[in-house]
């Protein structure tokens, strides 16, 4: 009897804080304005239906979706840092075909919103670049260059003024200082030629830091340099052939530390000189390069006068692989010492273009190279063709530029060199 008693109203109980409970849940729903299909909603997830909720979560995320864009999503950055793009500034043709993902929103606010849903599923099949590129048509620019002719060139910089990477607005002016000091940062030939036999231990020991620089993976512009700051301190200093390996070494370790994000410590470069030089060697030798330049790395890389001229080559991966390579042998053979790179990269895009059986240098390869005319690239032109038809001098170039990443581009332009020759095809005026 006792029992009964105290069963029925421990049912009373729970049946009472039930409906307290329910009364409390509704009364939180009443105040946060849900409406009855939310709830209905909140009871599917409750009794497992999640994927049918999950549906109608996804059509209501398309219904307010935002396909376009007017900027370039940060994260499109680390997509495009591959192994044959390194280093490269990204631009806006590399960008406009990737679509944005789930949940990443760009950094400004977003504008043009469709208003209604007609403009909605228009705008999820309008291409971004139909928003960006098509906005203004190009402006076409007329300049007189170095007295020749007059030039009219496409405004190619116009379509980028929304890419903050691209700095459209101070371009100009940036290349225009680094023509200016490319003539600064020239070795003196004449110098470096006083040391004894340098001409082919240079070749050595370029040789050498182009397996170096491969085995570490660094970038092109770190190569650059360290040639650069190479031969700027033969033209000042004399060096004996026991110490050249070191001078190497130790202007490959500060381009290293000036190009790269992570740049191999002290004990690499120590380790691949073979017992040659100490740590502490290299971090006097460091000092020692540095103050002999005064400190001055301020190099006009050649690697940026090439993506300036691929812009006006639409970006084209095959001739820019081609005229890396070629762009290459003028920083590391002797005969170019005193040849500026911006002319070096100018006649590596000609050349390049001439393999792949482009058209004429055109305006705008005039205009974004510098000012360049054919007239001005056919000694270098012809000094690169030299190059190619000789024997082999600097191995681990071919053999780097010969693997599937470079598109085997010392092969192909070894053979069509050698093709050009036997000919007697007049490079300059081929495929014109």
């Given at each position: 009897m006792t029992q009964s008693i105290i069963d029925m109203s421990l049912h009373s109980f729970k049946s009472t804080q039930r409906l307290a409970l329910g009364n409390v849940t509704n009364t939180h729903l009443s105040t946060l304005n849900i409406g009855s299909n939310n709830v209905q909603k909140l009871r599917k997830l409750k009794i497992g239906s999640q994927n049918e909720y999950l549906k109608e979560k996804e059509s209501e995320k398309e219904m307010h979706h935002v396909p376009e864009y007017n900027i370039i999503d940060s994260y499109l950055i680390d997509d495009y840092n591959d192994t044959d793009k390194e280093n490269e500034i990204p631009s806006k043709r590399d960008f406009e075909s990737r679509q944005p993902r789930i949940g990443e929103l760009p950094f400004k606010e977003i504008t043009n919103v469709p208003t209604n849903n007609t403009n909605i599923a228009h705008a999820k099949k309008r291409p971004i670049s139909a928003q960006i590129e098509h906005k203004t048509p190009k402006k076409i620019k007329a300049e007189k260059i170095k007295d020749v002719e007059e030039c009219i060139w496409d405004d190619l910089d116009e379509?980028?003024?929304?890419?903050?990477?691209?700095?459209?607005?101070?371009?100009?002016?940036i290349f225009e200082h680094l023509h200016q000091l490319e003539l600064l940062t020239l070795p003196n030939k004449e110098q470096i030629i006083k040391h004894k036999n340098i001409t082919h231990n240079r070749d050595i020991l370029i040789n050498w830091l182009i397996k170096v620089h491969n085995k570490f993976g660094l970038l092109p512009e770190t190569l650059y340099l360290a040639i650069n700051l190479l031969d700027r301190f033969l033209s000042k200093e004399e060096v004996t052939l026991n110490k050249l390996q070191l001078v190497g070494t130790y202007c490959l370790?500060?381009?290293?530390?000036?190009?790269?994000?992570?740049?191999?410590?002290?004990?690499?470069?120590?380790?691949?000189?073979?017992?040659?030089?100490?740590?502490?060697?290299i971090k006097k030798g460091e000092k020692f390069v540095l103050k002999a330049l005064k400190f001055n790395l301020n190099y006009p890389n050649p690697m940026n006068f090439l993506?300036?001229?691929?812009?006006?080559?639409?970006?084209?991966?095959?001739?820019?692989?081609?005229?890396?390579?070629?762009?290459?042998?003028?920083?590391?053979?002797?005969?170019?010492?005193?040849?500026?790179?911006?002319?070096?990269?100018?006649?590596?895009?000609?050349?390049?273009?001439?393999m792949l059986g482009k058209g004429k240098w055109n305006d705008n390869l005039i205009h974004y190279s510098g000012g360049y005319q054919v007239s001005?690239?056919?000694?270098?032109?012809?000094?690169?063709?030299?190059?190619?038809?000789?024997?082999?001098?600097?191995?681990?170039?071919?053999?780097?530029?010969?693997?599937?990443?470079?598109?085997?581009a010392s092969i192909i332009s070894v053979q069509w060199a050698n093709k050009v020759k036997q000919n007697g095809y007049d490079v300059m005026t081929l495929n014109e």
């Open positions: 379509e980028d003024g929304n890419d903050p990477l691209m700095v459209s607005e101070y371009v100009n002016d370790f500060i381009a290293s530390k000036y190009e790269e994000i992570y740049s191999p410590s002290v004990k690499h470069f120590a380790s691949e000189t073979d017992g040659a030089c100490s740590i502490d060697e993506r300036r001229i691929s812009k006006a080559d639409d970006y084209d991966l095959q001739s820019r692989t081609l005229a890396k390579f070629l762009l290459e042998i003028t920083m590391i053979d002797f005969n170019f010492i005193d040849v500026m790179p911006s002319l070096c990269s100018a006649a590596a895009m000609f050349l390049s273009r001439k001005d690239l056919e000694p270098v032109c012809h000094m690169i063709m030299d190059y190619l038809n000789n024997p082999e001098t600097h191995t681990e170039l071919r053999l780097k530029y010969s693997s599937k990443r470079f598109l085997k």
